[in-house]
């Protein structure tokens, strides 16, 4: 007969912690939000797909079409905002759409009605920290005109209103 060994109780609870996420971080990489949820890919991909539930995730692909490959990989980054904890009830019910221009906003350091602003320009520092990606990403989405960006010195600027159209075409 095989012996049975009961654990202990301090073993079967680990200790509880929250993650920290920098406060000009925008989106995350699905391992960020599976550390932070406690969830698999999987849960974490059906939370992304299912946008009438309650644990709706709102994500974006920020792939790029890449000459050494036929299918580009999926760049999926998650809204950070959908991660912190739910704001006291009382606010009002917005529209899906209205909703979308919020996230897509706030991904962009502004309002809703600043989007469409030509004029300004985002640094790609400030967006490779905001939206977890490489400078190379950065770069291969404005040499594939996928954003438009313009080259100040040795370092590129994004127009915010082709950043925030990029984003509704990318999103999930």
Known sequence: MKAR???SPDRRRLPQFTLPIAPDVRLVSVDTARA???ATAEEIFARIEDPKSAAYLPAFDLHTARASRRSPRREIRIWVGALLPPQPAGRRRRS???RQLEI?????FTNVADLTNRQFLLTTPLLERAWCVSNESLLRLIVGKFIAGVRFGHKWRINRA???AFLKRRAL
């Open 5 to 7: 060994y009961k654990r």
């Open 36 to 38: 932070v949820c406690g």
């Open 96 to 98: 899906a759409a209205n």
């Open 104 to 108: 897509i906003a706030d991904c962009l």
């Open 162 to 164: 082709s950043a925030a």
